[in-house]
């Protein structure tokens, strides 16, 4: 129940596409929902994050879209840029003294020129 | 530095052997966690300090594996009798813990154990 499943493995988008990213979660006691980015050879860094009290949060060209109902929210990158090319990682958390994030297995995210 | 230090970024041992990963949060964050990440997969959640309180080691993968924080700050990750399976990055983050806060959390760059 504290699996969070995310797809694709892999994607390959051209430059100035739209990078599509889904996770899925069964424990509905998560209430934190962020994704991390992360470079080679460095550590996963916040990239955005909701709450489930909203079903959309944007940052720039970078988009969390949340469904409470089916369990699901996905990251949307607008215009992708050769330097967004990383590794993706959802996680969902629950609010409590400990905060441990779940994390989904990663997306490579390849933006070609 | 103002990040999240890990040392050393790079280590190969034999297996069988013991070894010892530094974790230096961020000054002042109280939370430290231990993620283990192996090549092409997600991260997969070791063990959790905060504050003073007991550490959360419910991801700890077998009793070779221990880790302690002193003074509430550095930690280190001990893995004993080294196997190949402990192949993998091992990244360090601490965050610091607000009421109703995100604890976002801020990883170092990683040790890299390769066990031959």
């Known amino acids: 129940q504290q699996q969070v499943k995310q797809s694709p493995q892999s994607l390959i988008v051209q430059k100035g596409g739209i990078s599509i990213i889904n996770c899925a979660y069964e424990n509905t006691a998560f209430d934190y929902f962020p994704w991390y980015q992360q470079f080679p050879g460095k550590g996963p860094a916040l990239l955005i994050a909701?709450?489930?009290?909203?079903s959309e949060k944007k940052e720039g060209r970078f988009t969390i879209s949340f469904n409470k109902s089916a369990k699901q929210f996905s990251l949307h990158i607008m215009d992708s840029q050769p330097g967004d090319s990383a590794t993706y990682f959802c996680?969902?958390?629950?609010?409590?003294?400990?905060?441990?994030?779940?994390f989904g297995s990663g997306t490579q995210l390849t933006v070609l020129p | 530095g103002a990040g999240v230090s890990q040392s050393p970024s790079n280590k190969v041992t034999e297996k069988g052997k013991d070894v010892e990963l530094r974790c230096d949060p961020i000054?002042?964050?109280?939370?430290l966690y231990w993620y283990r990440q192996s090549l092409g997969q997600g991260l997969e959640f070791l063990i959790y300090f905060q504050g003073n309180s007991a550490p959360d080691k419910s991801g700890l993968p077998s009793d070779r594996f221990s880790a302690e924080r002193t003074g509430g700050s550095v930690s280190t990750l001990t893995i004993q009798r080294t196997q190949q399976e402990d192949s993998a990055v091992y990244l360090c983050a601490s965050s610091l813990m607000r009421t109703g806060g995100t604890g976002e959390l801020f990883f170092g760059e990683g040790s890299r154990l390769t066990v031959l």
């Open positions: 996680a969902a958390s629950t609010s409590g003294s400990a905060r441990q994030l779940t």
């Open positions: 909701i709450r489930p009290d909203v």
């Open positions: 000054s002042g964050h109280t939370a």
